[in-house]
C-alpha cells in the first residue's frame, strides 16, 4: 500500500518538529560516516593460541603464526564464512552462508605474524543469469577454490551443486560436476579444493560424513578410499591442497559439554601412498571454533603457511577467527 503525506496545521507543526528534535538527540550516530558501495573496514582482535598460556607458540610442529577474531562495524554481513583462498601475495578470497564473497588482504607485522586485514571488500555472488543469490536456500556457499586458470569454483549446500565462475569480477557461473549422492539439506560439499597435480581442471570434494571425491569439470566424480575418516562425533569440514598436491582434511567436532575440537590431517600423494605426513588437534583450551576453511601458502624456503577460517553461524557465542601456523614438511 502506498503510503501518503498530509499537511500538518501550524500548532501541530510545532509539537511534530519538537518530538522529531527529542528522537533525533537520543539516535546514536556512527562516529564517522559510513562508505557507501561494497568497500568496509574490517576489525581485528589479537587472539592467543591458548588464552590461559599466551606465552604458547605451538601445537605438535606448527609454530603459531598469529591469530585475530575479525569484526566490522560497518555491515552486518561479515558473517558466516565457510571457507577462504590465499594467494602467494596475501589476497584472500572468502565465501559465507548467505551467499557472499569476500575480498581483502592480509596484514601482515615485521615479524611475519597475522595481525590483520585490509582492503575489504564484501559483494553478493551471483546466479545462473547474473542475479545476487539471495536467501539460504540457494546461497549457502560452503566451499571455495582457485583452479590454475583463475576460475573460481564455489559449492553449496541445501540445493547441492557446485559452480564455476570464470576468470576476473565479472561473468555468470556455470554448473560443473558434483559427487552423484544423497546428501541431506546440511550435510553437503563442506570441502573444496583444486588438485593441480591432478590436472588443471581436476578438484577435491569433501561431503561433511566424510567422502572424499576427486573430480574434474566435465567428468564424473569418483570416490578416493582410504584416506583419512572423521572420528566418532566428528564431521568433515575443510579442504585444501599444498604446493606437491598434499591433500589437508579437517576434521570438526562439537559436543555442548566440550565445546568445538578441530583435526587437521596433511596427506601426502592423496591418490595413491595416502601417507599421513603431518596433524595436529586444536582442543580446549586452545582457540578452538567452528573452523571450516583451510588455505596453504608455499613459501621459498619450503615451509607452509596454514590459515584457518571459522564460521560463526551468525551467533553470538561464535566468532570468526582467523589463525595462521607455519610448519616444516618432512623429506
Not at 285 to 294: M, S
Amino acid at each position: 500500500m502506498r503510503r501518503r503525506w498530509t499537511a500538518i496545521p501550524g500548532a501541530l507543526a510545532a509539537v511534530a518538529l519538537t518530538l522529531a528534535a527529542c528522537v533525533t538527540s537520543q539516535v546514536r550516530l556512527p562516529p564517522t560516516p559510513l562508505a557507501a558501495g561494497p568497500a568496509i573496514a574490517i576489525q581485528a582482535s589479537p587472539v592467543a593460541l591458548d588464552p590461559a598460556d599466551p606465552a604458547r607458540t605451538a601445537v605438535g610442529d606448527f609454530t603459531f603464526a598469529g591469530g585475530v577474531a575479525l569484526t566490522s562495524d560497518q555491515t552486518s554481513r561479515l558473517h558466516g564464512l565457510s571457507d577462504l583462498t590465499v594467494d602467494a601475495d596475501g589476497d584472500l578470497l572468502s565465501v559465507s552462508d548467505d551467499g557472499d564473497l569476500l575480498a581483502a588482504r592480509l596484514m601482515l607485522d615485521a615479524a611475519g605474524r597475522l595481525i590483520g586485514l585490509t582492503g575489504g571488500v564484501i559483494r553478493p555472488l551471483t546466479g545462473l543469469l547474473g542475479e545476487p543469490l539471495q536467501g539460504k536456500d540457494w546461497g549457502d556457499a560452503e566451499g571455495v577454490a582457485r583452479l590454475a586458470g583463475g576460475e573460481l569454483l564455489v559449492s553449496f549446500e541445501r540445493n547441492h551443486r557446485i559452480w564455476l565462475y570464470p576468470a576476473g569480477r565479472d561473468g555468470r557461473p556455470e554448473a560443473v560436476a558434483a559427487p552423484r549422492i544423497a546428501m541431506s539439506e546440511n550435510d553437503g560439499m563442506e570441502g573444496l579444493a583444486a588438485a593441480p597435480a591432478q590436472g588443471r581442471d581436476a578438484y577435491w570434494v569433501g561431503v561433511e560424513p566424510g567422502s572424499l571425491w576427486l573430480c574434474r569439470l566435465k567428468a564424473a566424480c569418483a570416490e578416493v578410499t582410504g584416506l583419512p575418516t572423521p572420528p566418532v562425533a566428528y564431521r568433515l569440514s575443510g579442504l585444501t591442497t599444498g604446493p606437491n598436491g598434499e591433500l589437508v582434511v579437517l576434521h570438526h567436532s562439537y559436543v555442548p559439554a566440550i565445546g568445538s575440537r578441530l583435526i587437521v590431517t596433511i596427506v601426502r600423494d592423496p591418490t595413491r601412498t595416502k601417507e599421513i605426513v603431518g596433524s595436529f588437534a586444536l582442543t580446549p583450551p586452545l582457540a578452538v571454533d567452528n573452523f571450516e576453511g583451510a588455505a596453504v601458502v608455499a613459501r621459498p624456503d619450503g615451509r607452509w603457511r596454514l590459515y584457518l577460517l571459522s564460521d560463526d553461524n551468525f551467533s553470538a557465542t561464535q566468532r570468526t577467527l582467523l589463525l595462521a601456523f607455519d610448519w616444516t614438511p618432512p623429506r
